[in-house]
């Protein structure tokens, strides 16, 4: 009967990269890497791109000729596709705990309390499922508390011997590892709190382990008092059953190339509320106010960046009065002989729709809009997202995204799917 | 017009829906209504393994002697153990194909006499990537 519950976190070895090795097994142990929309950075490396010496969030730009030197496969990003594998991992994943937490599209919790297996072996076992099942390498990393098992699963992708498991089951274990990481490394501690820990002499993670809880709580944050008791093996953040709804829901994109007209930005801006209010709607909360914002680039001279709220007639998730507010915001920021980067906007002030009562003196959101829009998402859901939009997104979005390296959507459209030569 | 087809994971909920024979709650019920089973599902009879499972198009004639036949559609299942005489999608060398495991002479056969074996070296680094459960050939529209 183990003593200490334990907890792990699962996670996806360079996920968008192993996902375009799936149906391409000639790219196994390969270079490969998956840039950002508009294909404009470097998201994600396989082992083989790493060693190369290609960095993370590079610019697309300044690493091409590395990459075509060392013929590395390029792909933009493919989110049915990883969206999809990240489902199959998901449901393998949860046939080894009652009690999981999807985290991220690439990790997962799962409590390991009341486990009778041997916890190195059952570890070994998920990652052999994982792979037959999804051709997906993963990362699993086990402990008392989500703080240690994050950083257990750091060892476990740094340190061959393990075989991508790290199990830390006793303090001894666990202190061995917080001795050799930097206070960075640990979960929810970044480079500006890692500076004000320095004040306190606390600059590897087993310094922060030893700290006293109650002088870094004054000091900082409840926070980070909770870290240091997990790090002490205590758990203080649970597994959450769901994902908590979103308190303000944003959409922002970069464009294509850049616009000078207010047109194609009205158009843009039209998708990205479009996207916000499904989300909404997806949370059953309604928004009471808007945050739309253009800006230039802060790389070029002439740098202009504006904002403005605008509050709604009433609380609506009602895409069509959104997109009015949202135009109206535009109309007020714009500012001709500019070159625009980006835009966005944000739902702000959001209610939960259940809690919310229209009445004779209040005027709200018609029972035919709720239809209506019910309807609209009911036919994006079947038939792809987007099929049923406002004619004010345009027919030839010029300034859609760059993809230039698309692979196909190999598990979510007919037309896609793999050809076997027999 | 073109109908977008479902795909599998949505399939699963719309077709097995129960329905009743008489629409009207007025007047003679049918008295096959307290009997109604659900509707057939394909996807509960063709797929065990969800997550594992993929469905890929058939380009050529060297499997049609067994059925599986040039642009038919195969359903395959990564979680099923291969053995011997398992149709499976093998990589060898980089590629793809389909064939039929022959686990005591350690090769791959065709099903198709045009199309001799294929020997599974130890350094052609041979993988299974799935068993084909089941091959799909419509004679209706296209396939």
Same mark, same amino acid.
């Given at each position: 009967?183990?003593?200490?519950?334990?907890?792990?976190?699962?996670?996806?070895?360079? @996920?968008?990269?192993?996902?375009?090795?799936?149906?391409?097994?000639?790219?196994?142990?390969?270079?490969?890497?998956?840039? =950002?929309?508009?294909?404009?950075?470097?998201?994600?490396?396989?082992?083989?791109?790493?060693?190369?010496?290609?960095?993370?969030?590079?610019?697309?730009?300044?690493?091409?000729?590395?990459?075509?030197?060392?013929?590395?496969?390029?792909?933009?990003?493919?989110?049915?596709?990883?969206? $999809?594998?990240?489902?199959?991992?998901?449901?393998?994943?949860?046939?080894?705990?009652?009690?999981?937490?999807?985290?991220?599209? $690439?990790?997962?919790?799962? $409590?390991? $309390?009341?486990?009778?297996?041997?916890?190195?072996?059952?570890?070994?076992?998920?990652? &052999?499922?994982?792979?037959?099942?999804?051709?997906?390498?993963?990362?699993?990393?086990?402990?008392?508390?989500? !703080?240690?098992?994050?950083?257990?699963?750091?060892?476990?992708?740094?340190?061959?011997?393990?075989?991508?498991? @790290?199990?830390?089951?006793?303090?001894?274990?666990?202190?061995?590892?917080?001795?050799?990481?930097?206070?960075?490394?640990?979960?929810?501690?970044?480079?500006?709190?890692?500076?004000?820990?320095?004040?306190?002499?606390?600059?590897?993670?087993?310094?922060?382990?030893?700290?006293?809880?109650?002088?870094?709580?004054?000091?900082?944050?409840?926070?980070?008092?909770?870290?240091?008791?997990?790090?002490?093996?205590?758990?203080?953040?649970? %597994?959450?059953?769901?994902?908590?709804?979103?308190?303000?829901?944003?959409?922002?994109?970069?464009?294509?190339?850049?616009?000078?007209?207010?047109?194609?930005?009205?158009?843009?801006?039209?998708?990205?509320?479009?996207?916000?209010?499904?989300?909404?709607?997806? &949370?059953?909360?309604?928004?009471?106010?808007?945050?739309?914002?253009?800006?230039?680039?802060?790389?070029?001279?002439?740098?202009?960046?504006?904002?403005?709220?605008?509050?709604?007639?009433?609380?609506?998730?009602?895409?069509?009065?959104?997109?009015?507010?949202?135009?109206?915001?535009?109309?007020?920021?714009?500012?001709?002989?500019?070159?625009?980067?980006?835009?966005?906007?944000?739902?702000?002030? %959001?209610?939960?729709?259940?809690?919310?009562?229209?009445?004779?003196?209040?005027?709200?959101?018609?029972?035919?809009?709720?239809?209506?829009?019910?309807?609209?998402?009911?036919?994006?859901?079947?038939?792809?997202?987007?099929?049923?939009?406002?004619?004010?997104?345009?027919?030839?979005?010029?300034?859609?995204?760059?993809?230039?390296? !698309?692979?196909?959507?190999?598990?979510?459209?007919?037309?896609?799917?793999?050809?076997?030569? @027999? | 017009?073109?109908?977008?087809?479902?795909?599998?994971?949505?399939?699963?909920?719309? %077709?097995?829906?129960?329905?009743?024979?008489?629409?009207?709650?007025?007047?003679?019920?049918?008295?096959?209504?307290?009997?109604?089973?659900?509707?057939?599902?394909?996807?509960?009879?063709?797929?065990?393994?969800?997550?594992?499972?993929?469905? @890929?198009?058939?380009?050529?004639?060297?499997?049609?002697?067994?059925?599986?036949?040039?642009?038919?559609?195969?359903?395959?299942?990564?979680?099923?153990?291969?053995?011997?005489?398992?149709?499976?999608?093998?990589?060898?060398?980089?590629?793809?194909?389909?064939?039929?495991?022959?686990?005591?002479?350690?090769?791959?056969?065709?099903?198709?006499?045009?199309?001799?074996?294929?020997?599974? =070296?130890?350094?052609?680094?041979?993988?299974?990537?799935?068993?084909?459960?089941?091959?799909?050939?419509?004679?209706?529209?296209?396939?």
């Amino acid at each position: 009967m183990r003593l200490i519950a334990m907890l792990a976190i699962v996670d996806c070895n360079s @996920c968008y990269a192993s996902c375009e090795q799936i149906f391409r097994p000639e790219l196994r142990g390969k270079p490969v890497v998956v840039l =950002s929309n508009n294909d404009g950075f470097v998201v994600a490396r396989s082992k083989e791109a790493k060693a190369l010496g290609i960095e993370d969030l590079q610019p697309f730009f300044k690493v091409e000729h590395l990459l075509r030197k060392h013929n590395v496969a390029i792909f933009s990003s493919n989110y049915p596709l990883y969206g $999809d594998i990240s489902n199959r991992v998901m449901t393998t994943l949860r046939q080894f705990s009652p009690n999981v937490e999807i985290y991220s599209i $690439d990790e997962m919790f799962l $409590d390991f $309390d009341g486990l009778q297996e041997d916890l190195n072996e059952y570890s070994h076992l998920i990652k &052999q499922t994982v792979w037959r099942d999804v051709r997906m390498p993963v990362g699993v990393g086990v402990a008392p508390s989500k !703080t240690l098992a994050k950083l257990a699963n750091h060892v476990a992708k740094k340190h061959r011997q393990g075989n991508g498991v @790290c199990v830390l089951d006793k303090p001894h274990k666990w202190e061995w590892v917080l001795r050799r990481l930097p206070v960075t490394k640990v979960w929810g501690i970044g480079k500006r709190l890692a500076q004000r820990l320095a004040e306190f002499n606390i600059y590897n993670a087993y310094d922060l382990a030893k700290a006293n809880p109650k002088i870094i709580r004054r000091h900082m944050n409840v926070n980070v008092e909770r870290t240091i008791k997990e790090l002490n093996g205590i758990p203080c953040f649970a %597994l959450e059953e769901l994902p908590p709804a979103k308190k303000q829901i944003y959409c922002t994109r970069g464009f294509g190339h850049k616009l000078t007209e207010i047109e194609p930005i009205q158009q843009a801006m039209s998708l990205y509320v479009r996207r916000a209010a499904e989300k909404l709607r997806k &949370q059953n909360h309604l928004a009471l106010t808007i945050h739309v914002f253009i800006h230039t680039s802060p790389f070029e001279p002439n740098y202009y960046s504006n904002s403005t709220t605008v509050k709604l007639p009433y609380p609506t998730d009602d895409t069509r009065i959104i997109n009015q507010a949202a135009k109206q915001g535009i109309e007020h920021i714009f500012k001709s002989g500019y070159r625009y980067l980006k835009a966005g906007v944000g739902l702000i002030e %959001l209610v939960d729709k259940k809690h919310f009562q229209f009445d004779l003196w209040h005027k709200g959101q018609p029972i035919k809009s709720d239809h209506l829009m019910n309807i609209v998402d009911k036919v994006n859901r079947t038939h792809g997202k987007g099929i049923v939009h406002l004619a004010s997104e345009g027919f030839h979005k010029k300034w859609y995204m760059r993809q230039n390296f !698309t692979s196909p959507a190999y598990t979510s459209r007919w037309s896609d799917i793999p050809i076997i030569f @027999c | 017009m073109s109908i977008r087809i479902l795909s599998a994971h949505e399939a699963r909920t719309a %077709l097995w829906a129960p329905y009743f024979i008489s629409k009207v709650p007025a007047g003679f019920p049918s008295p096959a209504d307290d009997y109604m089973e659900q509707g057939l599902d394909l996807n509960e009879y063709l797929i065990q393994h969800p997550a594992a499972t993929f469905y @890929c198009r058939v380009s050529g004639h060297s499997m049609k002697d067994i059925g599986i036949m040039d642009g038919c559609l195969l359903i395959v299942d990564r979680a099923v153990e291969p053995a011997n005489r398992s149709i499976v999608l093998a990589v060898i060398d980089g590629e793809i194909t389909c064939k039929m495991l022959d686990t005591n002479q350690q090769r791959l056969l065709s099903a198709n006499n045009q199309y001799a074996p294929t020997p599974i =070296s130890a350094g052609s680094n041979f993988e299974v990537e799935g068993v084909v459960i089941h091959a799909i050939n419509s004679y209706v529209g296209n396939c």
